[in-house]
Nanobody, 119 residues
Framework: QVQLVESGGGLVQPGGTLRLACVAS????????MGWYRQAPGKQRELVAT???????NYADSVKGRFTISRNNNKNAVYLQMNSLKSEDTAVYYC?????????????WGQGTQVTVSS
């Protein structure tokens, strides 16, 4: 059974930090591109950051310089270090896995974790 389990969300003041973690099971993790997406109320789900199997990170312009995505293949985990948080970062954050190396290109999503930035 494939599972992506997120943790680390919560309430933080503007300027604060949070570190999200996503632990995957049931997939050959090393062969999956990983990413973080977020969705705020009334808005579409948007890309936050990705890190492919080659470990090269990419970021949305809105978080570049503040967030860092990384992966640890030994732990089947992907992380999102969030610094200098702003109120506009408030959203449900979702972990994503895409098996781009496979013909079927399987895609999986975590359940989401709430991040609230408020004073």
């Amino acid at each position: 059974q494939v599972q992506l389990v997120e943790s680390g969300g919560g309430l933080v003041q503007p300027g604060g930090t949070l570190r999200l973690a996503c632990v995957a099971s049931g997939i050959s993790f090393d062969f999956y591109d990983m990413g973080w997406y977020r969705q705020a109320p009334g808005k579409q789900r948007e890309l936050v950051a990705t890190v492919a199997t080659d470990a090269v990170p990419n970021y949305a312009d809105s978080v570049k310089g503040r967030f860092t995505i990384s992966r640890n293949n030994n732990k089947n985990a992907v992380y999102l270090q969030m610094n200098s948080l702003k109120s506009e970062d408030t959203a449900v954050y979702y972990c994503n896995a895409v098996g781009n190396k496979f013909v079927a290109r399987p895609t999986y999503w975590g359940q989401g974790t709430q991040v609230t930035v408020s004073s």
